[in-house]
Nanobody, 114 residues
Framework: QVQLVEAGGGLVQPGGSLTLSCVAS????????MYWVRQAPGKDLESVGT???????YYLESVKGRFTIARDSAKNTLYLQMTRLKSEDTAMYYC????????RGQGTQVTVTS
């Protein structure tokens, strides 16, 4: 079955950087649209961005220029490189398959605070 395992979250100061990873299994990763989504306490799930099989990427306006999504199909791994982090980026981050509300992993917490 589809499994997604996120890692790499943590506590970081504003302006800092983190890189999240998501290891996928149970499906043909190279053919899938993959998403990074996040959910802050009390808020709705929000799509941060997506990457297609060919590498096309689309981002939430508020993260453009700061976040980069990449994939390594040889490793079945999705990445989210986050730079210039802001307090409003604090959330649980998930990777998802096919659509933002698709199958997700357990998530990894990102907390941006001074």
């Amino acid at each position: 079955q589809v499994q997604l395992v996120e890692a790499g979250g943590g506590l970081v100061q504003p302006g800092g950087s983190l890189t999240l990873s998501c290891v996928a299994s149970g499906f043909t990763f190279s053919n899938a649209w993959m998403y990074w989504v996040r959910q802050a306490p009390g808020k709705d799930l929000e799509s941060v961005g997506t990457i297609g099989p060919s590498g096309s990427t689309y981002y939430l306006e508020s993260v453009k220029g700061r976040f980069t999504i990449a994939r390594d199909s040889a490793k079945n791994t999705l990445y989210l490189q986050m730079t210039r982090l802001k307090s409003e980026d604090t959330a649980m981050y998930y990777c998802a398959k096919d659509r933002p509300a698709g199958v997700r992993g357990q998530g990894t917490q990102v907390t941006v605070t001074s």
